[in-house]
């Protein structure tokens, strides 16, 4: 019977010290990614208000006559 090569100790502490080091590397990647996209969400949803916003002013200047006292605050 053949013997089966077998990872001493030493080999295996090695390993998992070895897979602990790359998973705290990759833990760390992900919460640089996640912080990343939650200020892009909340970039986003700035814009989002900002375009709102400007819709309404539209919508409600659209919506009225200027008088010449608006026409001329715009020149201005």
């Known amino acids: ?3 089966r090569h077998s990872l ?3 080999d295996r502490e090695q390993v998992l010290l070895s897979s602990q080091r790359e998973l705290r590397s990759e833990v760390a990647r992900l919460r640089r990614e996640e912080e990343y996209l939650g200020l892009k969400v909340r970039q986003a949803r700035e814009q989002v208000r900002y375009y709102e916003e ?4 539209l919508r409600r200047d659209w919506g009225k006559t200027p008088g010449l006292t608006d026409l001329v605050r715009r020149l201005g």
């Open 1 to 3: 019977m053949a013997r």
């Open 8 to 10: 001493t100790l030493a």
């Open 54 to 57: 400007l819709l309404g002013l």
